[in-house]
């Protein structure tokens, strides 16, 4: 738990400065010459902080005097609630906690007569640690969440907020709510970082290191304690009394570890300060802890000793937590000494002890303290947040006057100043956005150029390829209406009707897709296709529609299956097809084939024709610029074919290229993933 005394640090604080220079004894003899009672009791206050750690038998005596003193000053009220406070204090470092409650509740009345915030959040606190100390947690909760709701009516109390937090961690902790300890000691500890105070890092460590003891976690319980102690000491804190419970709790983890020698170490040193401060509770622990010791070692008679020993300072205490569990043991260790009627009465004295305290009363009691803090401290907050925008709202104001008054005071130069500078930044600024409509222009005209080539190419397709054929076909069907062509002339010209007749539905279905493709209307369907059937299918198609005495190969075996849009592949080959069976003369072999690649396929397409010069090769798959000459039985062409075939390919994930010499034919190659 942790303990708040800023009314007596407030109280020395005038005598701060003469700490370094002055000792105790000579503080003594002004104390002797001293005639006024707020000086004695000033004098008085700074000598209990002084020896409350070195000699506490002396500094009681000091602050029974500051008491005496300041109940027969009648104008000494504040100074009264401060002797209470430092008196409570001191008894509870004794482990006298039932005296600590008495004097703390004493300096609560008089903090409340006096509408002392800091004294009544102060008091409240160390009452709440008293109650947790006898185990008496429906109280302890009690007063810590009233201490947290005045430490929250104002910005400065920062600390005591965290130190209200941390205790009512330290409360669910010892009613076995780890979940709920570890959020409120993590809430208290950024609190404690965001205000620099030191000693809350100690003491959220000690704390951890005791939630992870219980939670059986020894080597965690370890690391965290050791680095609290290792906070305590090289930060010198003044929070004497931690490092012995520090100490005391690491000599536990051991224990629990069954390393009886350290425990038996950090019990001695544990043993060393609570004996210095005279405190009865910490022995009591500390004779609690060695006869645990000596019952693992099978020592039965000297650990009944230890533990009834300190049974006896927990009933003489009130301290009904560390009475329980010294029942609890009692009761095991008789038991296994085979003593087991005494082993029964103290069990007993253990279960009636547990029930009263753990009553349903009591958690009754703290459940509805719980559900009114919570709600309580929801609303606190609106108002504290409130408060602290108005008061940021008033300072902004009076920020905002004193910093027009420096404006007229240095408004010729200032205006000058940010002149030239925004100046100079407007013209970088400037500069900077012409260079990027510059470069955004140059974008744009490439694209509207590659656009217009694209719309020439189109126009030109359907104002030539398209209309030359509509026209011959028209001019034949004119002069057979009017029986100028005998059927002998029309039969010889059927085959080049025929031929025109391919070349108008190629052309027509490509235009067809590709503006599809341009209006970004194709949707893609991937599924599984059979590369042999697609293959056959279009051979099919395509022996039947030319006239060329052409063999086509099928080399794809028919466990070949592919991962696409089945049309667009479809139309892919087909072109491809179309295009080799164009350039090739009659007689010739054309092959298709499906190699496997990792996850692909290459197909490809293969002909003897009168193959691609290297420079035609660079511009056939152009959008732009396409390429176009006809075949070897002077079919025409558009060049959109191969346009499609590498969008098509490419939207179904795959890649185009191709092979080819002059003379030697040529090979167009596509990829695919293979269906898995």
Known sequence: MRKFL?????????????????????????LKEANADSTKLNILFKL??????????????????????????????????????????????????????????????????????????TAYNNLGTNYSSLGKFDEAYFYHTQSYRIALTSAKHKLQQA?????????????GQFDRAVDYLNLSLKISNEIKDLEGEPYHYSEIGDVYIRKKLYDSALTALKLSLKFTRERKLSINELEPSIVLNIAKTYRLLNNNTLALNYYDTAFVSFKKNDNQYGLAQIDLGRGLVFMNEGKFADAQKLIERSA???????????????????????????????????NRQHQQLKDSLFSQGMQAKLLQDQVRFETASKEEQIKALTKMEQLRKGEVKKQELISNILVVAIALT??????????????????????????????????????????????????????????????ILDLMDKDKISPDEFKK?????????????????????????????????????DLNQLAESNITLLTSLHLKEIKINNLITPSQFALGDSNMINLVLRNLLTNAIKFSEAGHLIEI?????????IISVKDQGVGISPEVQKLLFEKTTGYSTRGTANEKGTGLGLILCKEFVERNGGEIWLESELGKGSTFFFTLKKFS
């Open 593 to 601: 084939a499906a190699k496997e690649d990792d996850n692909n396929y």
């Open 48 to 121: 209990i902080g002084d020896y409350q750690f070195i000699d506490i038998s002396k500094s009681l005596a000091f602050a029974e005097k500051a008491i005496e003193i300041a109940e027969l000053n009648k104008e000494s009220t504040s100074y009264k609630g401060n002797a209470y406070t430092s008196y409570g204090s001191l008894k509870s470092i004794q482990g006298d906690f039932a005296s600590a409650i008495k004097y703390n509740n004493l300096a609560l009345n008089i903090y409340y007569q006096l509408k002392d915030s800091t004294g009544i959040a």
């Open 6 to 30: 800023p009314i007596l640090v407030a109280c020395c604080f005038i005598f701060a400065s003469a700490r370094s220079q002055t000792p105790q004894d000579s503080l003594i003899n002004q």
């Open 312 to 346: 006896e300072i927990a009933h003489q205490l009130n301290a009904w937590t560390l009475e329980i569990e010294c029942y609890e043991n009692l009761s095991k260790l008789l038991e296994e000494s085979g003593d087991y009627k005494k082993a029964l009465s103290y």
């Open 493 to 529: 010209l059927n085959k080049e009707l025929r031929v025109q007749f391919n070349h108008t539905k190629t052309l027509i279905n490509n235009l067809l897709d590709w503006t599809l493709l341009q209006m970004d209307k194709l949707k893609i369907q991937f599924e599984k296709i």
């Open 163 to 175: 130190i209200s937090l941390h205790n009512i961690g330290v409360v669910f902790k010892d009613l």
């Open 414 to 475: 200032g205006i000058l100043l940010f002149t030239v500078y925004r100046s100079g930044q407007r013209r970088i600024k400037i500069n900077k956005l012409l260079l990027e409509h510059q470069d955004e222009i140059k974008k744009r005209s490439v694209e509207l150029e590659q656009l217009n080539k694209v719309k020439d190419k189109f126009f030109s397709i359907i104002s030539h390829d398209l209309r030359s054929p509509m026209n011959a076909l028209a001019g």
